[in-house]
């Protein structure tokens, strides 16, 4: 027999060095390949760091102050008829028994809500003014003043309604949010804050009249002692209580 076949003429147990080398290539790319993935798959098994637990010697932070709201000819067209009625209410029992203004309000209240969506409706540019300025207008009262003395203590007009604790109970819900705010833009307005703030929100200053009056949704009647009780006196005592001054020295 002759001798077995010599593949590419190699001596048995003998590769060729191009091949050595190639197979020494691939192994050390399997290696570095085989390394990468346990790296990986390590990595991704670890779980996330823990997050930093909060310093509880750190203030929470506050919340920023309510804005004040705008009562334009905008925001006031957007208003239903009650908000609107009781809006003109407040707004003339602030005028009337804390500015004790030198122009009266002499028609009905609905009167003058019919007045303002007029004058809002007919010129769109008016509608930046606030309600306070158009009330001036249409009153023909820009020129007002405060009364002093003697004519600060007459008694309103018999026609003006009595704004007081019947008046607020008898009140749609709408009517009430609004003589607030009515109340409060004269305030502003007219009076420019000078005697105390009311900085918190028109609803707010809503449910405190309820509690000073101790009406509830419950209530059939309200208590006939405080049936009398003036809407006004009751918003003064909820304006922002004066910090101290500070004693000599300190």
Known sequence: MGQPHR???????????????????????????????????????????????????????????????????????????????????????CYASEYRGSAPFTKEVQSYVDDLNKYFLADPTRRKQTVS??????RGAANDAPLSGAKAENPPPSGQAVYDGRFWFDADPAAELGFVEGYLACHSAKLKDADGKFSKAPAEYVDLINKEFGITEDSDDIDSDKAPVKIADVLHRLKDEEAAPPEPGV
């Open 7 to 93: 593949r590419h003429g190699a001596e048995p147990g003998k590769l060729l060095p191009a091949r050595l080398l190639r197979i020494a290539w691939l192994s050390a790319t399997l290696l570095l390949l085989v390394s990468a993935g346990a790296a990986f798959h390590a990595g991704a098994q670890q779980p996330a760091p823990p997050a930093p637990a909060p310093d509880a010697a750190s203030p929470a932070p506050a919340e920023p102050p309510a804005e004040a709201p705008v009562y334009d000819g905008d925001w006031w067209l957007t208003l239903g008829g009650w908000e609107q009625y009781g809006f003109v209410s407040g707004y003339e029992d």
């Open 133 to 138: 300025e158009a009330l001036d207008a249409v």
